[in-house]
């Protein structure tokens, strides 16, 4: 029997999820993870390439079906439920720029498509003038003067006003949770800088539970809550509250060295 | 000799196949698919139209059962794809050659159906003033088909569910993530599209050649493809309206036929040559982009190497900026 605690957002329990399964590359690559998420919290997530991390976040949003455990979003039971039923609740954002906008439609069209996520689509209009309002305003809080160009094709906008209009179109319909996957990385460190302010802004400003994967510790320790560290498919550090506050990168490494007797795998972490 | 009869048959029969075209856009451009099932939903759509109309159905009603049948041939291509992730164009060519058999026996084993009942040429030909010509009936007929599928396509891919397949087609990845079904959505996609081009030969079995033939599929996607490239390359602009853009096809439609048309009043070319024609067409067509790319390039390096000479050669070997 399930004792639910009032401010659980979702409930990962004994996630295990392996790759190429009956093949000889079969990889277990979630290996007995568990985590719970509270309502409201910013959890940044690190660890080192191949962790899992990524992985974890498409067995939230259903991209892949977990192998065992089990997955609880607000009570409900979505172990099972397709990427498509999830869409309604998790706003996503990916690493690579290109992902998360359509190239080919105007950026009102492709904030019109996000509007939708949250319901089924039928004949109606895709678009209709009184959203385009809400588009402009929205737009208008990038700061990035896109209000004004809102029936520019997206595929000509760089990819860091692409990240912004992705951010935007995760939040545009409130996400029961937000996940970001590295969502800065492929972003020049001034404009990467500027969407992570961004995204912190729209995270607090409209209360979002969300994930944020980064390679770059120093973000992980300023953002969010809550930190999660990763490796070899489970959760191995988790630290919240005036104990983050306090975290320097040599903690964290230090900690990772205790905790998984290795080194930590990879250079970018501390480079940034 | 090109003669103004030569250009009038290219606009009529341009107009009817461009309603095979506007179903070839759909997959090509909009949901990104090379969708070769039309080489068969378009004898399809005929085969059904004919027989139905020889055992004594309304054409009007046979004409809406080949529509329904292109659908069920998308559907196939639809399932094939979407559910067992075979590729795209084998999909197509499964259901294409399937077809294939299934049309021969829709047509009772024989190779063509001649319509002997009336069909819709004879509705229009009692409609309109007596003696028309075919050509005529052709053209009006077509104009009213293609400016009320132009209307329909213009409304349905501005509704919700006609954004999520231009969403799906642009880019898979993001329509899941936001909540778009992608699979029934190409399954939708791929039936409108083989609808039209079951309706199209349809209408080509009844206006133009009086009967359905099992051959007459041949070469249809490239047919389509080539009327696609050139409705685009000579009328779109970048950010044309939606309804602007089909039009375009369907001007492509007809321009193409007209130089086939054109092309065969020539006394060295044999009507067997379509095929080449359209074949030559299409690779131009395909190739301009690269082409026009690698002559811009050659020039602006002409240009840059006469500046390098001019300009940086003569001062670096001047000796001033020589240390
Ligand atoms: N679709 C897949 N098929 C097979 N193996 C996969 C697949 N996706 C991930 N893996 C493997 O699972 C492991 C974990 O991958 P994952 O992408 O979750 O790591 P990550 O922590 O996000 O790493 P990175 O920091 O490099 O993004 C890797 O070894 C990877 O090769
Ligand atoms: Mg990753």
Redesign the interface.
């Known amino acids: 029997m399930l004792i639910w605690e009032v401010s659980t957002l979702l409930n990962m329990m004994h996630i295990e999820k392996s790759f190429n399964i009956g093949t000889i590359n079969e990889k277990k690559v979630l290996n007995d993870l568990s985590l719970t998420i509270n309502d409201g919290d910013f959890i940044t997530v690190i660890g080192g390439n191949g962790a899992g991390k990524s992985t974890m976040l498409n067995t939230i949003a259903g991209v892949y079906k977990v192998d065992g455990g089990r997955i609880l979003l607000d009570g409900q039971d979505i172990t099972y439920k397709s990427e498509t039923d999830r869409a309604q609740y998790i706003g996503r954002v990916f690493q690579d720029p290109m992902m998360g906008t359509a190239p080919t439609m105007m950026i009102e069209e492709n904030l019109a498509m996000a509007y939708r996520r949250t319901k089924k689509r039928g004949l109606g209009w895709g678009i209709s003038a009184k959203e385009r309002e809400i588009y402009r305003q929205a737009l208008a809080q990038l700061g990035l003067g896109l209000e004004d160009r809102m029936s520019t094709k997206v595929g000509l906008l760089s990819g860091g006003q692409r990240q912004a209009v992705t951010l935007l179109m995760a939040t545009l319909q409130k996400p029961k949770l937000l996940l970001l996957d590295e969502h800065t990385a492929a972003l020049d460190p001034a404009t990467s800088a500027k969407v992570l302010e961004l995204s912190d802004k729209i995270i607090k400003e409209n209360n979002l539970t969300a994930l944020m994967v980064t390679h770059n510790m120093q973000n992980a320790i300023d953002y969010g809550n809550r930190l999660v560290m990763m490796n070899g498919g489970r959760i191995i550090l988790d630290i919240s509250g005036e104990e983050k506050k306090r975290l320097t990168i040599e903690d964290l490494l230090k900690k990772f060295e205790s905790v998984s007797g290795g080194k930590f795998t990879t250079d970018s972490v501390l480079l940034g | 000799m090109i003669t103004t009869a030569t250009l009038i048959s290219g606009l009529a029969q341009g107009l009817i196949w461009a309603i095979m075209t506007l179903g070839v856009y759909i997959t090509f451009r909009i949901l990104d698919i090379a969708d070769l099932t039309v080489e068969g939903s378009f004898p399809l759509g005929a085969a059904v139209t004919a027989v139905l109309i020889n055992g004594g159905m309304h054409p009007v009603l046979a004409v809406f059962m080949a529509i329904l049948a292109g659908c069920a041939a998308g559907l196939v291509t639809g399932i094939f794809h979407t559910i067992f992730k075979i590729p795209a164009i084998l999909s197509g060519i499964l259901t294409m050659i399937a077809l294939y058999s299934v049309n021969i026996r829709i047509m009772s084993d024989k190779a063509t159906v001649a319509i002997v009942q009336p069909s819709v040429k004879k509705l229009m030909q009692n409609l309109l003033p007596e003696g028309t010509p075919s050509n005529t009936i052709s053209i009006v007929l077509g104009v009213i088909v293609c400016l009320a599928i132009v209307a329909l396509l213009y409304y ?1 891919f ?7 397949v ?2 799906t ?3 898979q ?10 699979d029934r959505i190409i399954i939708l996609g791929l039936m409108i599209s083989n609808a039209l081009v079951a309706l199209s030969g349809s209408l080509i079995a009844q206006l133009d050649y009086g009967s359905a033939l099992v051959t007459m599929g041949q070469g249809t996607i490239v047919i389509g493809l080539a009327s696609v490239i050139i409705g685009e390359v000579i009328f779109i602009r970048k ?1 044309r309206n939606f309804a602007i853009k089909l039009i375009a096809i369907i001007a492509g439609a007809i321009i193409y036929r007209t130089i086939i048309a054109c092309a065969l009043t020539f006394s060295f070319l044999k009507a067997t040559d379509l095929k080449i024609i359209t074949a030559i067409i299409v690779s131009i067509a395909l190739a301009l982009p690269v082409i026009k790319q690698s002559i811009a390039e050659r020039k602006l390096r002409a240009e840059n190497a006469k500046r390098f000479e001019t300009e940086f050669l003569n001062a670096d070997m001047g000796g001033e900026h020589v240390a």
Do not use: K
């Open positions: 349905f501005g509704t919700e569910i006609g954004c999520a231009r969403a087609g642009s880019n990845n993001m329509a899941r993530s936001l909540g778009v079904r992608t950010d």
